[in-house]
């Protein structure tokens, strides 16, 4: 099951509504868009692995996704969206009215799912960096012990710096300046208004 629904394409309004605060009343929803047929679904909710990378996607597109990291996996650029049918015609009016309007996009099964790739590959280079830090720190620290007890083992006395640099450093940058354009693009594609 998708966020989409049974449908094969949606439009979808992302809010960040501030603690305290209410979303758009149905009424307001059914002035503003004819055949709306609208859904309403937290962020963190039932389709949560969808939303969350768009919400990823988001903070990437705020931040730069070299501001992105694992310590921000739980971003919170929006926390509900409304599904309305993909008939509707966008309403500046409605978005004037509604300042936590955060974006607004078009997405079917195949924008859906290039968005879900993207981040989680987004996710796996961010990953595999902060385990080749450890890595890193493991070489240091066996370098450290072999030297504190006297074992004699060469390859723990003297790992070849430059090879695990080369290994380690900057693992994944170009991909990530690739994946941040494709995400820039995606976002140009779907943006609804």
Same mark, same amino acid.
């Given at each position: @099951?998708s966020?989409?629904?049974?449908? /094969?394409?949606?439009?979808?309004?992302?809010?960040?509504?501030?603690?305290?605060?209410?979303l758009?009343?149905?009424d307001?929803?059914?002035?503003?868009?004819?055949n709306?047929? @609208?859904?309403?679904?937290?962020?963190?909710g039932?389709?949560?692995? %969808?939303?969350s990378? $768009?919400?990823?996607?988001?903070?990437?597109?705020?931040?730069?996704?070299? #501001?992105?990291?694992k310590? &921000?996996?739980?971003?919170? %650029?929006?926390n509900?969206?409304?599904?309305?049918?993909?008939?509707?015609?966008?309403? $500046?009016?409605?978005? =004037?009215?509604?300042?936590?309007?955060?974006?607004?996009?078009?997405?079917?099964?195949?924008?859906l799912?290039? =968005?879900?790739? @993207?981040?989680?590959?987004?996710?796996? =280079?961010? #990953?595999?960096?902060?385990?080749?830090?450890?890595?890193?720190?493991?070489?240091?620290?066996?370098?450290? $012990?072999?030297?504190?007890l @006297?074992?004699?083992?060469?390859?723990?006395?003297?790992?070849n710096?430059?090879?695990?640099?080369?290994?380690? /450093?900057? &693992?994944?940058?170009?991909?990530l /300046?690739?994946? &941040?354009?494709? =995400?820039?693009?995606w976002d140009?594609?779907?943006?609804?208004?």
């Amino acid at each position: @099951m998708s966020v989409l629904g049974n449908s /094969d394409s949606a439009n979808f309004i992302f809010f960040h509504i501030p603690r305290g605060h209410a979303l758009p009343s149905n009424d307001e929803f059914s002035n503003a868009f004819s055949n709306h047929q @609208m859904k309403i679904y937290k962020a963190k909710g039932y389709f949560s692995y %969808e939303l969350s990378a $768009i919400n990823t996607a988001f903070f990437i597109l705020k931040n730069n996704i070299k #501001e992105y990291a694992k310590k &921000y996996a739980y971003v919170d %650029e929006f926390n509900f969206v409304a599904r309305l049918n993909a008939t509707c015609k966008a309403n $500046i009016f409605f978005n =004037i009215q509604h300042p936590e309007i955060v974006k607004q996009y078009r997405l079917d099964q195949s924008t859906l799912k290039s =968005i879900v790739k @993207m981040i989680g590959a987004v996710n796996f =280079i961010k #990953e595999a960096n902060e385990d080749f830090k450890n890595w890193k720190d493991i070489f240091e620290r066996g370098k450290q $012990i072999n030297l504190e007890l @006297m074992l004699a083992d060469p390859k723990m006395e003297n790992p070849n710096e430059a090879f695990i640099a080369s290994l380690f /450093d900057d &693992y994944g940058a170009i991909a990530l /300046d690739h994946l &941040y354009q494709q =995400i820039v693009d995606w976002d140009k594609k779907v943006t609804w208004l």
